[in-house]
């Protein structure tokens, strides 16, 4: 887009207006041709604000409002509203609830590291506006809220809820981006307009018994790449080999139930999971590590076992979890 084009798109949008977007971090909108859906406007005391859904095969991805900043430069504010499934994944279950009373927290913790919102939180965000009455028209209504704002300390995300009659929570992720984020936008695709009467349909061809019908051609199948053999591991062991996405997948529902790679795997496919006492992980330590370790402790640099201890204890207190004793060989 040239600089005027920069200025002058969002007038442009409407229902039915695709939107083309450049490369982002976000994976919902990213390199996308995107539709424009219906519109919701927001209504506060003294300012107002479009939001219009963002549609990909006429399924709602997230919202979109452009925005000002305090120096009058646009900016573009990516919205999505959590599920049930989402919030319980992002937020302790006590803090969920501290959510309908935003006056009593200032500040508010998430998980970052869910899979499928990693681009669009961060761990901590410092409430802005909390209170403010305001209203949501769509559907030819308004619906009155209460509206509190939590913004990240680099001013990029932001979590919004919205308090409704009948204490009904919607809470949204944003994510302000800037209009360079647009590309192009194109017109809303024509229809083909649909026939009002009978009259106007097409004719039926009359059936023609001595039309020769042609037998279907039946062509081979398309050659597929042969499958990966499973790497060879250690004896009793099979290394799989996965696609990125589906990795972060698993690791991520082993992480949220406290589970080793290993066992979540063995549970998916239906193996029995033993009880588990302990998690290796792997820590390459150089002689210089223990030397730089060794004065953190203040121990010696040939004291492994205190310091595998030790370092055993830093680990609990930044979990908040307190370890069962293990012992180490020096």
């Given at each position: 887009?040239?600089?005027?084009q920069?200025?002058?798109?969002?007038q442009?949008?409407?229902?039915?207006?695709?939107?083309?977007?450049?490369?982002?971090?976000?994976p919902?909108?990213?390199?996308?041709?995107l539709?424009?859906?219906?519109?919701?406007?927001y209504?506060?005391?003294?300012?107002?604000?479009?939001?219009w859904q963002l549609?990909e095969?006429d399924?709602?991805?997230?919202?979109?409002?452009?925005?000002?900043?305090?120096?009058?430069?646009p900016y573009?504010?990516?919205?999505?509203?959590?599920?049930?499934?989402?919030l319980?994944?992002?937020?302790a279950?006590?803090?969920?609830?501290?959510?309908y009373?935003?006056e009593?927290?200032?500040?508010?913790f998430?998980?970052?590291?869910?899979?499928?919102l990693?681009?669009w939180?961060?761990?901590?965000?410092?409430?802005?506006?909390?209170g403010?009455?305001g209203?949501?028209?769509?559907?030819?209504?308004?619906?009155p809220f209460s509206?509190?704002?939590?913004?990240?300390?680099?001013?990029?995300?932001?979590?919004?809820?919205?308090?409704h009659?009948?204490?009904?929570l919607?809470?949204?992720?944003?994510?302000?981006?800037?209009?360079?984020?647009?590309e192009?936008?194109?017109?809303?695709?024509?229809?083909?307009?649909?026939?009002?009467?009978?009259?106007?349909?097409?004719?039926?061809?009359?059936?023609?018994?001595?039309?020769?019908i042609?037998?279907?051609v039946?062509?081979?199948?398309?050659?597929?790449?042969?499958?990966?053999?499973?790497?060879?591991?250690r004896?009793?062991?099979?290394?799989?080999e996965?696609?990125?996405?589906?990795?972060a997948?698993?690791?991520s529902?082993?992480?949220?139930?406290?589970m080793?790679?290993?066992?979540?795997?063995?549970?998916?496919?239906?193996?029995p999971?033993?009880?588990?006492?302990?998690?290796h992980?792997?820590?390459?330590?150089?002689?210089?590590?223990?030397?730089?370790?060794?004065?953190?402790?203040?121990?010696?640099?040939?004291?492994?076992?205190a310091?595998?201890?030790?370092?055993?204890q830093?680990?609990?207190?930044?979990t908040?979890?307190r370890?069962?004793?293990?012992?180490?060989?020096?």
């Open positions: 887009m040239t600089a005027m920069q200025a002058r798109w969002p442009q949008l409407a229902e039915g207006v695709r939107v083309r977007f450049a490369h982002t971090p976000q919902e909108v990213a390199n996308k041709l539709a424009v859906g219906s519109a919701e406007i209504e506060f005391s003294n300012v107002s604000f479009t939001s549609l095969d399924l709602p991805l997230c919202s979109m409002i452009v925005a000002e900043s305090s120096q009058g430069r573009l504010a990516l919205s999505r509203c959590l599920n049930k499934w989402e319980q994944k992002l937020f279950e006590e803090d969920t609830l501290r959510l009373k935003p009593d927290n200032r500040v508010i998430v998980r970052e590291h869910i899979y499928g990693r681009e939180v961060t761990m901590k965000y410092t409430r802005r506006i909390c403010v009455e209203k949501k028209i769509y559907g030819g209504k308004a619906h509206y509190a704002l939590y913004v990240s300390e680099t001013n990029d995300r932001a979590i919004e809820l919205e308090l009659e009948g204490n009904r919607e809470v949204y992720v944003t994510v302000y981006r800037p209009c360079s984020d647009v192009q936008l194109l017109p809303a695709p024509a229809r083909r307009p649909e026939p009002r009467f009978a009259a106007e349909l097409p004719e039926e061809t009359p059936a023609d018994d001595n039309k020769v042609p037998i279907p039946a062509h081979a199948p398309v050659a597929k790449a042969p499958e990966k053999e499973p790497l060879p591991g004896s009793g062991e099979v290394m799989l996965c696609e990125p996405h589906i990795a997948r698993i690791i529902e082993a992480v949220d139930n406290d080793r790679l290993s066992d979540l795997i063995r549970k998916v496919l239906g193996l999971v033993y009880t588990q006492e302990s998690v992980f792997k820590l390459p330590l150089s002689e210089k590590d223990y030397r730089a370790l060794a004065g953190r402790y203040g121990l010696e640099a040939t004291q492994h076992g310091i595998h201890e030790l370092i055993l830093e680990l609990a207190e930044f908040g979890e370890p069962r004793q293990h012992t180490h060989a020096s």
